[in-house]
């Protein structure tokens, strides 16, 4: 049988396996086309990645989100292999994983070689510190669930302690546009794409539902503060200027300070400095400033990467040096054909090229030519928590080029995370899902308290 190999189980990976082994696996597809399909990521579990600013501020409980690889691969078919992709041998089509370690360093699985005929690299990016002095030390990114988990704990550890301390005399503020009284928490968030952007509404959020808990007897709005700092001219600087414009006034009035055209020079403990000379004082720090590509891809066996450290990769999706190797998702430059960048690192590229691959790999298997890949950008959408949503809608959705926001926004941003629900379990277990979560709400405090 044909061996695919997916490494990585993000949106776009996930899909990919879940789909090729509901094609091809043998128990699938007795008496036809068969294919042995295996998922390789370094965690035992998924989450969506889009939704880790929630989990940040606690508006999201993890474990009633995640889903396990290999129950997932039992229900579809594929088998789910966990380790760190760390070589290549191209030669031998064959892929090294590192041994898994659990939580007291005890080796839990050993190294591994994995033979494949098609292998599919999708895993992901990571976050960018552009070599700002003190930002991987002093601050805190949000790429994984545990990283999450730990903001969250930090920012409840945080308000408690404030409640506790006594008021610090309130120093003169030269600039008569600052409040008089500084706030007796502050997150600052570097980086106002819709990462920072989000989780800036969703803190404000989460402040509010922890004074009415008790759990601190802070003002929400005046004694939590939240600095969303951008070295652009506006925030959200990759979307529509008046996506942008309609989200910064919406920001405003949930009291969150934005501060455009500031280069972020240092992160020390609790204060970032930016470049023009000002000094943010800040309890916590999130970096949100850019991504990139793993380390690993750029010691591949000779597959040629960019300087984001991505695959480059062909509009077929195939690496430029070897037929036999696809790349998908943020870890892929592929080209976006009649504009001057190629296809954004966003979920609906990572859902477009994993239904592609399926099309496209099926042809491989028939030995029939590889088809060409076409990203159509069906705007962007950006959540301000239950407050509001905001976002564009254009091409094949409305047919030209629309600005919504509200409930309307709101409801579509959701709607997103239910179709990837349903690329992974069908509409009917999705629509299950659905209720069972909104019953599973109904029983618990908009925020996780501990």
Not at 102 to 126: F, H, K, M, N
Not at 180 to 195: F, L
Not at 324 to 343: S, T
Request: proline share 5%; glycine share 8%; aromatic share 6%.
């Amino acid at each position: 049988m044909h061996r695919f190999i997916v490494v990585g189980g993000g949106a776009g990976g996930l899909e990919l396996a879940t789909r090729l082994g509901d094609r091809y696996a043998p128990q699938k597809n007795k008496g036809g086309v068969q294919a042995q399909v295996t998922l390789v990521d370094r965690y035992s579990t998924h989450i969506w990645k889009p939704l880790l600013h929630e989990v940040a501020a606690g508006s999201m409980d993890p474990f009633t989100q995640e889903l396990a690889y290999a129950a997932q691969a039992r229900w579809h078919g594929f088998e789910f292999q966990q380790g760190d992709l760390i070589g290549l041998d191209r030669a031998a089509k064959r892929i090294t994983l590192a041994p898994v370690i659990d939580d007291d360093g005890a080796e839990l699985l050993p190294q591994r070689y994995l033979d494949y005929d098609t292998l599919v690299i999708a895993i992901g990016s990571t976050t960018h510190f552009f070599g700002v002095p003190g930002a991987t030390e002093n601050s805190l990114a949000l790429d994984t669930v545990s990283q999450a988990e730990r903001f969250r704990k930090r920012l409840i550890a945080a308000c408690m302690r404030a409640e506790h301390q006594a008021h610090a005399p309130v120093e003169p503020v030269a600039d008569a546009s600052v409040p008089s009284t500084e706030p007796r928490v502050q997150v600052a968030i570097v980086g106002a794409g819709a990462t920072g952007v989000e989780l800036s509404a969703e803190l404000r959020n989460t402040a509010q539902v922890l004074s009415a808990y008790g759990l601190h007897k802070l003002d929400p709005r005046h004694d939590v503060g939240i600095v969303l700092i951008e070295a652009g001219a506006r925030i959200l600087p990759a979307l529509p200027e008046r996506v942008s414009t309609a989200t910064a006034e919406l920001l405003t009035k949930l009291g969150v300070k934005l501060m455009t055209g500031e280069t972020v020079a240092e992160v020390a403990p609790g204060v970032v400095r930016t470049a023009s000379g000002k000094v943010i004082r800040a309890d916590l720090t999130v970096w949100a400033a850019g991504i990139k590509a793993p380390a690993i891809l750029s010691q591949l066996d000779g597959l040629p990467v960019n300087r984001l450290g991505q695959l480059i990769v062909r509009r077929t999706l195939q690496t430029e040096t070897d037929d036999n190797i696809f790349a998908l998702g943020d870890c892929a430059a592929c080209p976006w054909p009649g504009n001057e960048r190629n296809v954004p690192p966003r979920a609906q590229a990572a859902h477009q090229q994993a239904s592609f691959l399926l099309k496209a790999l099926t042809a491989r298997l028939n030995n029939q030519p590889l088809p060409e890949f076409t990203y159509r950008d069906f705007g962007s959408l950006v959540s301000l928590g239950h407050f509001s949503a905001v976002g564009n809608l254009m091409g094949g959705v409305i047919g030209g080029n629309m600005l919504i926001e509200g409930l309307f926004a709101r409801f579509m941003y959701m709607s997103l995370y239910r179709l990837h629900i349903a690329a992974l379990h069908g509409y009917a277990r999705m629509v299950l899902d659905t209720f069972a979560h909104w019953l599973h709400r109904t029983t618990l405090p908009r925020v996780k308290l501990h």
